[in-house]
């Protein structure tokens, strides 16, 4: 017992903050493929940001360089495998899902207004719910797990529509006491080292805490390849990474508190570019 309590002190204090050495986000520009994709907003005025930076701005220029061009950025592979799935007919109706929509590029408009009310079904959806509904509805097809390879695979195909574009989740109407549930989530402490999202993406972006420049924790990445586990990763995924990190009992991927959390960061990214399939660390 002694042992583990000193293990958890000891995480404690590296979980201080230090000054990096460049503790803002750095100046560079990013360009794919010939398109300039613009790094920072404006934020909405009254929110708790001045300026909307994303998280591709903290990064070294080695990961920065690797999103620069489709060829070196990892998730290109990734992309490939959802091309794969996208024609590959499944389930009993003999469907694949480019019998339906032909062309992936039609989804072009749908990665920014996510999630948002559905109105047919009266509840909030991510992206992963639209497609489930078409696998088990439509297609008579199993559910893809919300965070595993399938399914990021798709999304990162159909997120890839909209790169460039600004995020532009709706905040009002319908969603507003989810939002409200998002944002309470976002501002409470938890897990054994007591903190908060935003203790760490609003207090201290710009700063170290351990070998990591701190970012805003946008989401306009996501789907996003991380170095560290060579694969694409959801936005819920990453939530419950962080608050692991921080040794709190993490949401469940997929459930009402993620799917919360996920518009209100949403909106807080409100006019960032859309980078996805981005790379991190
Ligand atoms: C102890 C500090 C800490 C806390 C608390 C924390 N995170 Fe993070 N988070 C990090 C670090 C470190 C990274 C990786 C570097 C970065 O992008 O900031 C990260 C990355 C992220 C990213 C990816 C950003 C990108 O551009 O790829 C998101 C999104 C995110 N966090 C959301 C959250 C949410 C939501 C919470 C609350 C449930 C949270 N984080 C709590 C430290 C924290
Ligand atoms: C049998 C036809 C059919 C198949 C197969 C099908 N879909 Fe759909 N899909 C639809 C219809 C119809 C809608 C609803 C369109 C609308 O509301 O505008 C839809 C809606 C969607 C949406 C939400 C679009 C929006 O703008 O709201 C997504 C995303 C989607 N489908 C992805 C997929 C993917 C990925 C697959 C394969 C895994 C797939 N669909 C298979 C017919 C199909």
């Known amino acids: 017992m002694k042992k583990l309590l ?3 002190a000891c995480g404690i204090v590296a979980m201080t903050f230090g000054q990096a050495a460049f503790a803002d986000p750095d100046n560079n520009n990013l360009t794919v ?10 934020a909405m005025a009254g929110g708790p940001l001045d300026q909307l930076f994303s998280g591709w701005r903290f990064r070294a220029s080695e990961t920065q360089s690797l999103q620069m061009d489709d060829f070196d950025n990892p998730s290109f592979v990734f992309v490939e495998d959802g091309e794969a799935l996208y024609d590959k007919v499944d389930g009993s109706e003999g469907k694949a899902c480019s019998s339906c929509h032909e062309d992936v590029a039609e989804f072009k408009d749908l990665r920014p207004t996510l999630p948002r009310w559905n109105e047919a079904k009266g509840k909030l959806y991510s992206m992963e719910q639209y497609i489930n509904d078409c696998r088990v509805d439509r297609m008579g097809a199993e559910k893809w797990k919300w965070t595993g390879t399938n399914m990021t695979a798709m999304t990162s195909l159909i997120s890839l529509q909209s790169r460039g574009m600004p ?3 709706a905040t009002d109407g319908p969603v507003a006491d989810i939002l ?28 170290m805490i351990r070998a990591d420049h701190l970012s805003q924790g946008q989401t306009n990445g996501f789907p996003t390849y991380r170095l560290k586990n060579a694969k694409m990763n959801s936005i819920h995924a990453r939530f419950k990474g962080c608050m692991k990190n921080i040794r709190a009992k993490p949401f469940k991927p997929g459930g009402a508190e993620f799917q919360a959390l996920e518009l209100y ?17």
């Open 6 to 8: 000193s293990t958890v």
């Open 33 to 42: 493929e010939g398109m300039a994709i613009s790094t920072d907003a404006k």
């Open 265 to 281: 960061v949403a909106s807080r990214g409100n006019g960032l570019a859309v980078e996805s399939p981005s790379v991190r660390n």
């Open 167 to 169: 995020i532009s989740v």
């Open 180 to 207: 409200s549930k998002g944002k309470e989530i976002y501002y409470t402490r938890v897990g054994q080292l007591d903190m908060s999202c935003a203790n760490c993406h609003e207090d201290n972006f710009g700063n």
